[in-house]
């Protein structure tokens, strides 16, 4: 049976990765992309997001624009990680114009679709997660009518990546996080922090992975460039779980999303976001005492099939 996925997306080096890997699955049907702020303005997003559906072929895929900043606060960006426009500052004389993006508004786009498609679309967000929480306020039915949200953010051991405790897309719009999580009762799972760089591939792999004779790869290889250096510098060999490596964050999210089989083990827990806290606003709140009376859990994921997640990354780039 064909998934319908809808993607949210910061685009930056792993987000193209991760829609990459939706495009390339056979059983998948990408009915639309959502941009919004995150790993740089979501006017780059928008580009970015176009630059992927061109590599892949798929630029009649329709892209929103969403929101250009976060609930509250100032916009927090990963250019010291993803390049000032998010895909490794790679000039590209041949980027699609912005008005390839959708006149109509990507919270309203995402609402249209769901309601179009009641019970059949899973959103897949890698991304803060601002777009989520104003559809939310607009149709609080919006939730009910998915049949399921895969989120890459939040963090279990509040080892954060941006600030002391928190996750970066968490930490880019902590009050989203905290509506979603705590508005969104359709099935939930989550590729947290910690998780993805627990499974994170080796950099051998990486070199097979980037070195097939494809256009896809080529595209890859130039933008991930920048990211990959940084992945070995003094600030991520500090931030990184368990080593450096390639860990494509948003990817394990999306493997979750096409392949029902993929996770291996995974906890299932009330969670919450911290909002007040001077060193833990944005820290995601795993609750595995019931304290916080919540009858919603998600499922938070342990282990995968790094097997099958190695076979999904090698066909993104085929």
């Not at 980027?95 to 786009?109: K, N, R």
């Not at 922090?193 to 591939?201: A, D, G, I, M």
């Not at 999303?257 to 919450?272: K, M, T």
């Not at 342990?302 to 990354?313: A, I, P, S, T, V």
Request: aromatic fraction near 6%; include cysteine; charged fraction near 20%.
């Amino acid at each position: 049976m064909t998934k319908k996925l809808l993607i949210d997306v910061d685009c930056g080096v792993d987000d193209a990765q991760a829609i990459m890997m939706a495009l390339a699955a056979p059983n998948v049907e990408v009915l639309g992309i959502t941009c919004v702020h995150g790993n740089t303005t979501v006017e780059n997003v928008c580009r970015n997001t176009l630059r992927v559906l061109k590599v892949c072929h798929k630029l009649e895929i329709p892209v929103f624009k969403g929101a250009d900043k976060p609930i509250l606060g100032k916009c927090i960006q990963a250019e010291h990680f993803h390049g000032m426009d998010g895909l490794g500052d790679v000039p590209d004389l041949n980027v699609p114009g912005l008005d390839m993006i959708q006149e109509e508004g990507g919270v309203s786009a995402m609402i249209r679709l769901v309601n179009e498609n009641p019970g059949q679309i899973t959103l897949v967000a890698t991304a803060p997660l601002t777009n989520l929480a104003l559809a939310v306020k607009l149709d609080p039915s919006f939730p009910s009518k998915l049949k399921g949200v895969f989120i890459m953010g939040g963090n279990t051991e509040s080892r954060g990546n941006t600030t002391v405790c928190a996750e970066f897309n968490f930490a880019a719009d902590p009050e989203a996080a905290y509506i979603v999580l705590n508005e969104y009762h359709c099935p939930t799972t989550m590729a947290c922090w910690e998780f993805t760089c627990r499974s994170k591939l080796s950099w051998t792999f990486c070199a097979a992975w980037l070195g097939q004779k494809t256009e896809k790869a080529h595209f890859m290889e130039n933008i991930f460039r920048f990211s990959m250096g940084k992945s070995v510098s003094e600030r991520m060999q500090k931030e990184f779980v368990a080593g450096t490596g390639l860990v494509s964050c948003d990817s394990y999210a999306m493997a979750a999303a096409i392949d029902d089989g993929i996770v291996l083990e995974s906890d299932c827990y009330p969670v919450s976001v911290e909002l007040t806290g001077r060193h833990t606003r944005g820290m995601m709140v795993l609750d595995t005492t019931d304290k916080l009376n919540k009858t919603h859990n998600v499922q938070v994921i342990k282990k995968m099939d790094l097997d099958k997640f190695m076979e999904m990354m090698m066909k993104a780039l085929q």
